[in-house]
């Protein structure tokens, strides 16, 4: 069994990639493994100020959702970040996240599988491209952590397309086999 943390980054509850998010997150389970969905948009995020304090002490000093947070990381098996594409790059709700997880690199972390579900209106797959350099950007300051899978949901401008198509079984499958 592994621990799963799956997180969603739309402001839109219940849009494409949070649909996507939800089946690779079934599929997880189904496989037995623990998993805890966040959805960022519930945390009250503020932005991160760069003042480093995090490098020196195990939280944030900002009072919001994050704090809570940051030990269920490190303890994870399994990282999966799901967003909306805009303008051919992860939303700033998930690059928000993403730097507020700036506390874990001094950690000793057992997260080594990263997954990205990346939704867009697009109906090029190099749309996401931009989203996939961000993630791996991030991955790549932890040693030892690799990009596991990525599934592009192109084709999906109305805040329900996803449903009725190939991409939430392809998530579903994704995550049961993590």
Excluded at 11 to 35: D, Y
Excluded at 55 to 65: A, Y
Excluded at 111 to 138: P, R
Aim: net charge negative; glycine share 8%; charged share 20%.
């Amino acid at each position: 069994m592994k621990k799963v943390i799956v997180v969603t980054s739309s402001p839109r509850k219940n849009g494409n990639s949070e649909t996507l998010a939800n089946s690779f997150a079934e599929g997880a389970k189904a496989a037995g493994n623990e998993v805890l969905q966040v959805a960022v948009r519930d945390l009250g995020l503020q932005f991160c100020t760069g003042c480093m304090f995090c490098q020196s002490h195990d939280r944030c000093v900002l009072g919001d959702g994050m704090n809570a947070l940051y030990s269920k990381f490190e303890n994870a098996d399994v990282l999966v970040f799901a967003t909306p594409v805009y303008y051919y790059a992860v939303s700033g709700q998930l690059k928000t996240f993403l730097d507020r997880l700036n506390p874990l690199y001094p950690r000793k972390n057992k997260f080594k599988e990263v997954y990205l579900i990346a939704t867009a209106a697009e109906d090029e797959k190099s749309a996401m491209d931009g989203s996939v350099t961000d993630i791996q950007g991030w991955i790549d300051c932890f040693e030892g952590v690799s990009l596991k899978g990525v599934l592009r949901g192109t084709g999906l401008s109305e805040k329900t397309d996803a449903v009725g198509t190939s991409f939430p079984a392809e998530a579903y499958e994704m995550g049961k086999n993590v």
